[in-house]
């Protein structure tokens, strides 16, 4: 790699105006091009406006703040609140249990990351949802044509989510250990309101054993909506907070609880 002899560095010149001055001087391969590049550049980081400033932000890693996203991170208590520190507390105990000899051994397998490439949580959350939606389908075809065979079916599925939320909850607790910050406190509340849903699923489950078919179709369909809430947050966490996907930013004050995601 060579220098070029006409480059300067100017203490406290943005890429910007550097781009904007050699393009003024004629000293580049394109002035027009590097002018127009400049220009674009200046414009989008003076106006916000999207293009350049907002691609800038995300190859910086940062997700952009927008819509329904950014309200989540302006509604979430922020550092040093009373959710950040329960946050803390529960990863660091998730930290400890995973560095036990046993836990080493089999947190690669449940993270999936180090096995088949990617985090085996988002994969293993959609049994238990699709059984439950299902199950809400059955228990509204019960509800309207009063099919005995509806309410078996009804009832069946629900239990097959909840089976199937066992290997779903715990690998997403081990994908916790690779959230930080504001992503930890996001994912406490996605785990929250997720073991809201399950709870009442449970709890749905005993109304029908006993035969208040109604109150379990109540509670199953609450259910269902939080559970809902919890598959937005977690897609959320996944696609615009790369959780999981990315290596989580550590800061100074924090160190790894468990053995980071190697992302080779």
Do not use: C
């Amino acid at each position: 790699m060579t220098l070029d002899p006409g480059a300067t560095s100017t203490p406290g010149a943005t890429p910007a105006s550097t781009a904007a001055a050699g393009a003024a001087s004629g000293t580049g391969p394109s002035s027009t091009a590097t002018s127009t590049a400049a220009a674009t550049a200046a414009t989008g980081s003076a106006t916000g406006s999207p293009g350049s400033g907002s691609s800038a932000r995300h190859a910086a890693g940062r997700p952009a703040s927008d819509g329904l996203g950014g309200l989540i991170d302006r509604l979430l208590p922020k550092s040093g609140s009373a959710l950040d520190r329960i946050a803390l507390r529960a990863q660091q105990r998730v930290g400890r249990l995973t560095g036990t000899p046993a836990g080493r051994a089999v947190t690669p397998l449940l993270r999936g990351n180090e096995t088949i490439g990617h985090p085996s949580h988002p994969i293993l959350v959609t049994v238990p949802i699709g059984a439950w939606v299902l199950g809400s389908w059955f228990d509204l075809r019960h509800a309207r044509h009063g099919r005995p065979a509806d309410a078996k079916a009804a009832d069946t599925a629900l239990r097959v989510g909840v089976v199937s939320a066992v290997p779903a909850v715990v690998t997403g607790w081990v994908q916790y250990l690779d959230t930080r910050d504001d992503s930890r406190r996001e994912a406490a509340v996605h785990a929250a309101v997720n073991a809201t849903g399950l709870t009442l699923y449970l709890v749905s489950l005993a109304a029908r054993l006993v035969g208040l078919r109604r109150a379990g179709r109540v509670l199953s369909t609450s259910a269902l909506l939080g559970v809902g809430v919890g598959g937005f947050l977690g897609g959320d966490l996944s696609y615009r907070k790369g959780v999981g996907v990315r290596p989580q930013v550590l800061s100074d004050a924090e160190q790894p609880v468990a053995a980071p995601v190697v992302h080779r």
